[in-house]
């Protein structure tokens, strides 16, 4: 299953209980994707070699 198909059975299911969609794939991949840059960033800026 893909994940258009998921989001459609989602979708379905939400209808089904009275709830709100899910949001559309991809939706939020810029900012996940931020956001692991950064916890990289911070990780390395921690993790620097001793300079002799």
């Known amino acids: 299953m893909d994940s258009v198909q998921q989001h459609m059975l989602d979708s379905y299911r939400a209808a089904a209980h009275g709830l709100r969609p ?7 991949d810029g ?3 931020r956001a692991i840059g950064r916890r990289i ?3 390395a ?4 070699p001793p300079y002799a």
């Open 41 to 43: 960033r911070d990780w």
């Open 22 to 28: 899910p949001p559309p794939p991809g939706r939020h």
């Open 31 to 33: 900012e996940v994707l």
């Open 45 to 48: 800026a921690a993790h620097r």
